[in-house]
């Protein structure tokens, strides 16, 4: 049976959340450059303190800790879309098949390795962390589901998805390569 926190708490938490939350995700969109992204950090953090709220101890304040919190996952999250970036531009040319010779086939692979990039950044956080986590580590859905503690079949929708936005946004770039 869960248990259910004191009204204090909830009330706290619910002050709290008001007072930072707008600031916290437009702090976080200097970092990440999205919004979607931005309010899915702050929510994580908030989830976080939420669930951990037996064993916080504020050592400076609540603004610095809130802000130091986000700070660290906007950072990490940037630096995890960076690292896509990289990987899936060292796929690309596997992924179109092969390595074109000539100065247009270079400006369109550039091309595609901007749009993959940009579609994937755009991606929902989760989505994305999905579709990463399946793809380019190779967990199941029931390894993702796990270590992301949603369900197989929320791991499934997610990627659905992601896959779905990204054969639409690549859809003119797919359409080139098959022509070549």
Do not use: C
């Not at 064993?55 to 896509?84: C, I, K, M, P, Q």
């Not at 901007?114 to 190779?138: F, K, N, Q, Y």
């Amino acid at each position: 049976m869960a248990q259910v926190a004191p009204q204090s708490d909830v009330v706290a938490f619910e002050t709290m959340f008001r007072a930072y939350y707008d600031a916290l995700v437009a702090f976080a969109v200097w970092y990440v450059g999205s919004a979607d992204t931005a309010e899915e950090i702050v929510d994580d953090v908030f989830l976080s303190l939420w669930t951990q709220r037996e064993r916080w101890v504020v050592h400076e304040s609540v603004r610095a800790y809130l802000f130091g919190a986000t700070r660290n996952r906007a950072r990490n999250a940037a630096r995890d879309r960076r690292a896509r970036a990289r990987v899936l531009r060292d796929m690309l040319p596997h992924l179109v098949g092969r390595r074109t010779p000539d100065a247009d086939g270079a400006v369109r692979t550039r091309d595609l390795g901007t749009a993959i990039d940009r579609a994937i950044e755009d991606l929902p956080s989760r989505s994305r962390t999905v579709l990463t986590l399946h793809r380019r580590a190779g967990l199941s859905f029931a390894e993702i589901a796990e270590l992301l503690d949603i369900s197989p079949r929320t791991v499934e929708t997610h990627l659905s998805r992601a896959l779905r936005s990204l054969r639409k946004r690549l859809a003119p770039f797919l359409t080139l390569v098959m022509l070549i």
